[in-house]
């Protein structure tokens, strides 16, 4: 099978509403769903062609992919006046992560080789994807770091401009460490479908 490149970001997008004034405190809300699109087909060639033909496609270049994750940030935050100041009071960040991923209706029905490296790949798919995830849950913990780190300002106005700045520097570096996973993940991928198939076989034959 020659299916590529392993990442499909749908949205990775943040946004944060101003509350009524209260205390301090932090959490960090995390929700992670899975979801499937099916694909038919009897041989590798048609694997390849269903999930190029099927896969979630994104909506900046609207090409497709064999799995996709969908990131979306938000949260609430409240700003407290005291002494001539103006602060970050409580902080809500949250995570929406919706995991798309193949499901082959023949899986059942495959036998020999195609079963294995279906086996393989989407296996490896799901792995991906999941990391994508995950890093997003990296991330989410910063942001809620870098709100809490945020020190008073003059006026509310001056403190929320610090608030859409922080947000958007994290939100810039977690999609960079996307990429960057993305393109480490597209270079080895030959060679890593290689290993988990030469695994998968040897675990399959049968002992003397």
């Not at 944060?16 to 992670?32: H, M, S």
């Not at 062609?49 to 270049?61: K, M, N, V, Y």
């Not at 996709?68 to 609430?76: D, L």
């Not at 009071?89 to 991923?101: D, F, H, P, W």
Request: charged fraction near 30%; proline fraction near 3%; hydrophobic fraction near 35%.
């Amino acid at each position: 099978m020659t299916t590529g490149r392993r990442l499909g970001i749908l949205a990775a997008t943040a946004a944060f509403f101003l509350t009524q004034p209260g205390l301090g405190g932090a959490e960090t809300i995390v929700r992670k769903s899975i979801s499937y699109f099916q694909i038919g087909g009897t041989t590798a060639e048609d694997l390849d062609r269903e999930l190029a033909r099927r896969g979630p496609s994104t909506q900046a270049t609207g090409s497709r992919h064999p799995g996709a994750t969908q990131i979306k940030f938000g949260g609430e935050l409240s700003y407290v006046r005291s002494g001539g100041r103006c602060r970050v009071g409580e902080i809500k960040v949250t995570l929406n992560t919706r995991i798309i991923l193949p499901s082959w209706k023949n899986r059942k029905r495959a036998k020999g080789d195609l079963a294995l490296i279906w086996d393989a790949l989407s296996g490896d798919i799901k792995r991906h994807e999941e990391r994508h995830a995950e890093i997003s849950r990296q991330y989410a913990k910063k942001l809620e770091s870098a709100l809490k780190a945020l020190r008073p300002q003059k006026n509310c106005e001056t403190m929320q401009a610090k608030v859409a700045d922080a947000t958007a520097k994290v939100i810039e570096t977690h999609d960079k460490a996307q990429m960057d996973f993305d393109r480490v993940e597209a270079v080895n991928f030959e060679n890593r479908m290689i290993r988990i198939l030469e695994y998968r076989a040897k675990r399959n034959t049968p002992k003397n």
